[in-house]
């Protein structure tokens, strides 16, 4: 089997703060796998997401993804894979004010254009059911409290239903129906359609509740 993800990191440098993370780190992952990632504060967790879900490029190494070499690829394929084959569930994922919440979460489908498609349609209710959102849909998001603004964002993560998800502390500001409304969405879409699964989280519950949990340790 190929690997869905094969990264090497030799080093990712900080030149202002004087500084390298990730130093010779290797990850390979398989399509379908749970996978989380711990570690303390500064190691590099939300760095290594980045570096996943090609935000960043900025690092020393390779990165094959789907097969390819991340590297050559152009910035439209780049951009195209971001929207439609990767999810992201992330800190910084900010909604924009302007729009309402059910047009936050249904701009992957605008830009892919598919936002009318009956099966799409019936995606985004499922989605919204699930988490329970539904009465929030004609409100702006500072209308809306933390927690119902990250589940805005989760929803929007995986209205594509990508072959990845990456999530970045995806259950910091939910109370605990709602964090298992979350997870067991996840892991739903992981079971139905064989989604990979890359979660950086300090929830030592959630952590193990995935195949396998990667330790990330400070460079010395």
Not at 63 to 71: H, M
Not at 128 to 134: L, T
Not at 141 to 155: D, H, M, N, Y
Request: net charge positive; hydrophobic share 40%.
């Amino acid at each position: 089997m190929t690997s869905l993800i094969k990264l090497e990191i030799q080093k990712k440098t900080f030149k202002k703060k004087g500084f390298s993370i990730l130093n010779d780190f290797e990850l390979k992952v398989e399509p379908g796998e749970r996978l989380s990632i711990i570690g303390e504060s500064g190691v590099g967790k939300t760095s290594l997401l980045n570096i996943i879900g090609l935000l960043d490029t900025q690092y020393q190494g390779s990165y094959k993804l789907f097969d390819s070499s991340v590297k050559e690829l152009s910035r439209t394929k780049l951009a195209e894979w971001r929207n439609q084959k990767i999810g992201f569930v992330l800190q910084e994922s900010a909604l924009i004010h302007s729009l309402t919440i059910e047009d936050n979460i249904k701009l992957p489908l605008m830009y892919a254009n598919i936002e009318k498609d009956p099966t799409v349609q019936d995606h985004f209710k499922r989605i919204i059911n699930k988490i329970g959102i539904e009465s929030i849909l004609n409100k702006k998001p500072l209308e809306c409290s933390g927690g119902q603004r990250s589940r805005a964002v989760f929803a929007r993560a995986v209205i594509m239903n990508p072959q990845i998800i990456l999530s970045d502390e995806p259950t910091a500001s939910l109370d605990l129906a709602n964090k298992e409304k979350m997870i067991n969405l996840l892991f739903d879409m992981n079971k139905e359609f064989n989604t990979t699964l890359i979660t950086v989280t300090h929830d030592l519950d959630l952590a193990n509740r995935h195949q396998r949990v990667i330790t990330l340790e400070r460079n010395e």
